[in-house]
């Protein structure tokens, strides 16, 4: 995309383009790895809000350490350290650092919907909550994932992309924990690249920061929800909407985050690059779409089916699993493998079976450990 292709981008003429994002970005965060959300002012104290939060869900400071010259992550509101809870390595989310005696209401809210709803999720890849601190400061406790975010990761390694099997299994991670979320009424509304953290040794990915989370509501939900460059383009609005204002919107927003994390996965490239994140959300409300031309025809139909602009044509993360599962099963089956030596089956009938029928069914039992063996090696992630 050239700079005349990038101005056509543009929601207004490019001699207002200065005014016009300095109104937008007192609503909508500017760079890419912050939220859109309406935020009241930050000295702003609010002693009236009372936290509801189980005593079971709180654990006690003191057995916390933090190493606060080790951040592994930020946020608008927060900030992601190093720390030890039970000489166990945790991460540690402290909110509003620099403010903790002056937390804001909204952030409070925030933070007691994310604890809340942390709490309740049991899933392989869906980071575990440990627990939360309401002092000395507001923090969240989570397992710690070494392999940091894969948005760090795809920087690490770009241009190259991934391999396609790798790309396409941690994919299915993304998937089936947004298939648990929205089987239990939940919408994650953040669904990108540095909300996703990896393991160490980079096999198994797992789904964090639930700040916008939240139960999905048919009468309509405010707005404060994504960042733009991976905003459902129902979400998106070119005028600023008043604190509060609602928006009659569903869990197919995730569907349509999830598609540009899977585009950036098969390509290690971000999308609508070149683009300011306003005019990437706003280039989406028009219906444009990263380029598909040289990626697997399976990939292809489903990264359009996920981005459709009306989220009806959007599939369930039950549909997109099984996509992408099958996928990864033809993927294994057309890997170029010698087959395994078809083996006579013994007759479990004959009590008394001949030498020549007991080697008979040693080499079958050796030659199915062989099969087995090549299948799990076509499913790592190589």
Same mark, same amino acid.
């Given at each position: ?127 575990? @909550? ?79 920061? @639930? ?15 994504? !960042? ?29 985050? @999830? ?65 992408? !599962? ?57």
């Amino acid at each position: 995309m050239d700079a005349r292709e990038n101005a056509d981008l543009l929601p207004f003429p490019l001699n207002h383009l200065s005014n016009t994002l300095s109104r937008l970005t007192s609503f909508y965060k500017d760079d890419d790895d912050v939220e859109h959300h309406h935020e009241e002012e930050e000295d702003e104290m609010d002693n009236s809000f009372v936290f509801q939060i189980d005593q079971n869900l709180l654990i006690d400071p003191s057995l916390l350490s933090i190493d606060s010259d080790t951040m592994i992550g930020e946020g608008s509101y927060s900030t992601v350290h190093k720390g030890l809870y039970q000489n166990k390595a945790v991460a540690v989310k402290i909110i509003q650092p620099s403010h903790a005696s002056a937390v804001t209401r909204e952030h409070k809210e925030k933070f007691q919907r994310e604890v809340l709803m942390l709490s309740k999720m049991d899933h392989e890849n869906i980071v575990k @909550f440990i627990g939360a601190t309401l002092e000395p400061s507001l923090m969240i406790v989570t397992e710690l994932m070494e392999g940091k975010t894969l948005q760090k990761y795809l920087w690490s390694v770009r241009p190259q992309p991934l391999g396609l099997k790798r790309s396409i299994t941690l994919a299915l991670d993304i998937s089936r924990a947004m298939e648990y979320l929205h089987a239990n009424g939940i919408i994650h509304r953040d669904l990108k690249p540095s909300n996703l953290l990896l393991t160490a040794d980079r096999t198994k990915l797992k789904l964090a920061d @639930f700040g916008l989370a939240r139960e999905e509501d048919t009468d309509g939900m405010t707005c404060e929800a994504g !960042t733009l460059r991976w905003m459902a383009p129902e979400l998106y609005s070119r005028d600023p909407l008043p604190v509060g204002a609602k928006k009659h919107y569903d869990h197919k927003v995730d569907v349509y985050s @999830f598609s540009l994390v899977l585009w950036e996965l098969l390509t290690n490239k971000a999308p609508f690059k070149g683009t300011h994140s306003v005019s990437a959300a706003y280039a989406a409300s028009k219906n444009v779409r990263p380029s598909v031309e040289e990626l697997p025809e399976e990939m292809a139909s489903l990264l359009q089916s996920s981005w459709a602009a009306d989220p009806k044509s959007r599939p369930e993360f039950k549909e997109v699993t099984a996509a992408l !599962t099958d996928f990864l099963v033809t993927l294994c089956l057309t890997v170029e493998t010698k087959p395994p030596k078809i083996a006579e089956i013994m007759d479990r009938s004959d009590p008394s079976p001949t030498e020549e029928d007991a080697a008979r069914g040693s080499r079958k039992h050796k030659a199915s450990g062989v099969f087995l063996a090549c299948w799990e090696d076509c499913l790592s992630c190589d």
